[in-house]
């Protein structure tokens, strides 16, 4: 069964961009400038989408529609067929080789097998891609779309400088966001979109999970990167290779940030899986200071 779909806002955010929820699983945002309207992400169905768009459709007026798909992962871009056609669909160009890899079609297969509701899903990529960065004048507001690589390869960010907010989407998360790969490339590169966005000085920032809005999330994700960094350099190179290192004391996910009251179990154990990942990765830069030596 999909989940509910409300629209929802956070204290300070401005009336002309709304946080379009679909309950527990994922955020998108509707923003509405004077020369178009523009969905980032299209969540995890089309029927999704439908939804979002017809409780949208009294705040987007007559505007044109833009459709921006911030990286893609299912609950991202999976209801892109609800907009095909009526609405181009704008991704930074590395999409185009996660679309290709058959890593995708797997995840929808295994998808449909847990869950029926993804059995019509279409995957539908973008109309227009770029590299670097892309603007999209407004008139009213701008929207600077930013390549933040290092949670995905693809992944990117939504700056408003008018407004002074940031549409983090996943490169930023509560409790923490998750590397690509456990790889120490990867590692630098989530930790240099982090840095990136907090330099932009931000007003709000609004990832896609966490329900929050405060710029000091972003504060509190480089903080743990850096614990796990500091962490993992005192050990010997011979500790590191432990397996089992991510169930030690000091180095489990509670050991780094506290576990939100309440969290789900399953959600937990989602987290914990990101830790781990996030963990080998900063392992495995380490032993490659250790090689360079």
Known sequence: M???????????????????????EVDAVFVRTERFNVLIDTLGTSELCRTALDLLEERAGAGPL??????????????????????????????????????????????????????????????????????LNGGDLTLELIHTPGHTPDHIAVWIPELRICLAVDAVEYPIPEVW???????????????????????????????????????????????????????????????????????RLEDFVAIPEGMPLDTLAFYRNCHETNLGATVQAHLETFKSA
């Open 181 to 251: 790969s456990r790889s120490a490339a990867d590692l630098q590169l989530i930790r240099s979109s982090l840095q990136r966005i907090r330099d932009l000085n931000a007003r709000l920032v609004i990832p896609a999970h966490g329900r929050t809005s405060s710029p000091s999330i972003v504060d509190a994700n480089l903080a743990y990167f850096e614990a796990l960094a500091d962490s993992v350099g005192a050990l010997e190179e011979d500790r590191l290779r432990n397996g089992q290192l991510g169930s030690l004391n000091g180095f």
């Open 66 to 135: 833009i459709v921006v798909n911030s990286h893609m992962d299912w609950d991202h871009f999976w209801g892109n067929a609800a907009v095909a056609g009526r609405a181009p669909i704008i991704a930074h160009a590395t999409a185009l080789d996660r679309l290709r890899d058959p890593a995708t079609k797997q995840v929808l297969i295994d998808k449909v097998g847990e869950d029926s509701r993804f059995g019509d899903v279409e995957i539908i990529g973008p109309d227009i891609t770029f590299s670097g960065s892309m603007t």
């Open 2 to 24: 999909n989940p509910a779909v409300e629209l929802h806002s956070h204290p300070e955010l401005d009336e002309r961009i709304v946080i379009v929820r679909a309950g527990d």
